[in-house]
């Protein structure tokens, strides 16, 4: 399972990159590959236990 707030986008404006990057849609900002290993649950990680990010937007509202 892939974290639904991730994306890969091959431009951010008018810079445009050979190849796509892990985009944080929760965050509104890029993130670093070792992050992106999270929300892809790689390496025994899952994004909805391991991540603050993600934590942080799916808490229900008060």
């Not at 991730?6 to 990159?17: H, I, K, Q, T």
């Not at 929760?26 to 993600?54: G, K, T, W």
Request: proline fraction near 6%.
């Amino acid at each position: 399972m892939t974290c639904p707030f991730l994306e890969y986008r091959d431009a951010d404006g008018e810079m445009r990159f050979d190849t796509g990057r892990a985009y944080c849609t929760a965050a509104s900002r890029f993130v670093q590959p070792m992050r992106a290993d999270v929300c892809n649950d790689r390496y025994d990680l899952d994004h909805s236990r391991h991540c603050e990010i993600f934590l942080a937007h799916e808490e229900p509202a008060p």
